[in-house]
């Protein structure tokens, strides 16, 4: 399994026109797509501005207010599938993507083919809250937005309290709790926001980021299976369900899942998004630019794209431009981890050393429990000789990840470093640092076991380790044998000055009293 931060964005606000997706009466399929739920791609741009609200991945940012508070009842209580005057509508993603209706279009259209059922179950009502639920919910999503996390969780409470359909404000719950590191209650308030509103995409997909975060991709694609089985006509889950088996490694379902998606709507972003990636990781990198070209003139501006746009290029070994691209999903997104992640570990490829400790503090400051963040955080200030934050560093990451082999291997080549830099002038703690990393490195082997190849650098590392050691032994040593030398011949000198001056003194002393 590969590994993977998964998407990050902030919470949800009350201003979503397209947060609870329209359908058609006919075939009630969801087709909101696209970076922002607010439906405008300038919401990239603050979000860059913004980014001192970090969140876990899986949740979004707090949209704006309106100026009228009707216009937020109207979005809150858009209608869902069946209901008068309400249409698929098959956007890229906001404004900048186009649109098209769905009944506008025959299904025969689509260059994925014709949808294999126009059936499937009809999706559930999301009912908007109201009253003292809707005034508390707006109050923790103002909280949120000006950094008061604490007393946005009482807020969220208050309107699930009052309000046990407030299936948003479990959510938020769930986004906050993973924000402060307890991703167990997250889960937790996810779930329950899919028990009050089964086919939620997004908290499906703030759950499928956790297990993802965790090792658990195989949980997540089981997870996700019978949500998706059952709820056809929302592309969103389809989209998160397909993200799921790619991160699983298997890419070959992912592209089944997606396509079957897009016969019901050919410009949905998420489920394009789900054919490149797994066809990039697939290796056909031709392939998925062809698609990603397609997604891209639906909408350029969404940042996702752009990041695999740059995976894409990086892939082909065209580097300033992998570089160029996560410079544009950040800019789109400020808090996309992935596209930090990425970019970062390019600029310490290139020796770029000051930056990427930027990226990466960015990174672990966003997802402050992947352990990856920090292990590559740690390598960037050990490249810029910040020996105490890149241990803290790296003591964070054997904290949240107690048999990580990498961070003892990676720890091992600082303490090799620090006891270089010391080795003429102060070999004891030269030799004690070596000494600390060959303990390392024999921590690495020994979590490894039989996942070593044969060529692991490890051991050359080693026995390059205890060469020093056994080196800068026998020079402390000559060192001491020396000092001791020098100790002695002080001290006989001074006692030869010692006598010689006591003798002289006597003689003077008799020669006075004699007069």
Same mark, same amino acid.
Request: charged share 30%; hydrophobic share 35%; glycine share 10%.
């Given at each position: ?46 979000? *860059? ?9 899986? =949740? ?15 979005? /809150? ?5 069946? =209901? ?28 994925? #083919? ?10 559930? @009502? ?16 103002? !909280? ?26 479990? %959510? ?21 926001? !899919?028990?009050?509103?089964?086919? %939620? ?17 195989? &949980?997540?694609? =089981? ?11 929302? !592309?969103?889950?389809?989209?998160? %369900?397909?993200? *799921?088996?790619? &991160? ?17 709507? @050919? ?18 990198? @031709? ?9 891209? *003139? ?9 990041? !695999? ?14 570089? /160029? ?66 241990? *803290? ?50 921590? %690495? ?7 070593? =190849? ?9 026995? &390059?380790? #205890? ?25 006989? /000198?001074?006692? @030869? ?19």
């Amino acid at each position: 399994m590969r590994s993977s931060l998964t998407l990050l964005c902030l919470l949800i606000g009350l201003t979503t026109v397209t947060g609870c997706p329209s359908s058609s009466g006919s075939t009630g399929t969801v087709t909101r797509s696209g970076a922002s739920d607010d439906g405008d791609d300038s919401a990239g741009g603050e979000r *860059a501005e913004r980014g001192e609200l970090e969140s876990p991945p899986g =949740s979004r940012e707090p949209e704006p207010e309106p100026e009228n508070p009707d216009d937020m009842m109207a979005a /809150e209580e858009e209608p869902r599938e069946g =209901s008068a005057g309400t249409s698929a509508v098959a956007d890229g993603g906001g404004a900048g993507g186009g649109s098209s209706s769905a009944s506008a279009e025959t299904p025969a259209e689509s260059p994925w #083919g014709t949808p294999d059922s126009e059936t499937g179950e009809r999706l559930p @009502e999301r009912r908007p809250m109201t009253g003292t639920a809707l005034s508390s919910y707006r109050d923790g999503v103002r !909280l949120a937005a000006a950094g008061d996390l604490t007393a946005a969780r009482t807020r969220f409470r208050a309107a699930l309290d009052a309000d046990s359909g407030a299936f948003r404000a479990a %959510y938020n719950l769930g986004v906050l709790a993973d924000r402060s590191g307890d991703a167990s209650g997250a889960l937790d308030f996810y779930r329950q926001a !899919l028990r009050i509103q089964p086919d %939620y995409e997004r908290a499906l997909e703030g759950i499928v980021a956790i297990l993802v975060r965790q090792g658990r991709a195989t &949980e997540a694609v =089981s997870t996700a299976r019978p949500i998706a089985e059952r709820w056809v006509r929302n !592309l969103d889950i389809q989209a998160v %369900y397909g993200r *799921a088996l790619v &991160e699983a490694d298997r890419e070959s379902e992912a592209v089944d899942v997606a396509r079957r998606a897009l016969r019901r709507d @050919e410009r949905h972003i998420g489920c394009l998004r789900v054919l490149i990636a797994a066809n990039l990781s697939l290796g056909r990198t @031709e392939l998925a630019q062809s698609i990603l070209d397609q997604a891209l *003139a639906i909408d350029a501006n969404d940042p996702e794209l752009q990041f !695999l746009r740059a995976r894409a290029r990086q892939d082909l070994g065209d580097l300033r431009a992998a570089i /160029e691209g996560y410079r544009r999903a950040i800019e789109l997104r400020g808090d996309y981890a992935d596209a930090r992640m990425a970019l970062g570990l390019l600029l310490l490829a290139g020796a770029n050393y000051t930056e990427a400790v930027e990226q990466f503090e960015a990174v672990s400051r966003l997802v402050p429990q992947e352990p990856e963040a920090h292990l590559n955080l740690g390598d960037a200030y050990r490249s810029t000789k910040n020996w105490e934050k890149a241990k *803290a560093s790296f003591d964070r990451v054997i904290e949240l990840s107690p048999n990580n082999a990498q961070v003892h291997f990676n720890l091992g080549l600082m303490l090799m470093a620090r006891g270089t830099e010391l080795q003429e002038t102060d070999r004891p703690a030269a030799r004690d640092f070596f000494t600390q990393a060959r303990d390392e490195f024999s921590s %690495y082997r020994s979590l490894m076991a039989s996942r070593l =190849s044969r060529d692991d650098p490890s051991q050359a590392y080693l026995d &390059e380790v #205890g060469r020093t050691i056994d080196r800068l032994t026998r020079a402390i040593d000559r060192d001491r044998a020396r000092a001791e030398r020098e100790a002695a011949r002080a001290a006989r /000198e001074a006692a @030869e000055a010692s006598g010689g001056g006591g003798d002289a003194g006597g003689a003077d002393g008799s020669d006075g009293g004699g007069g």
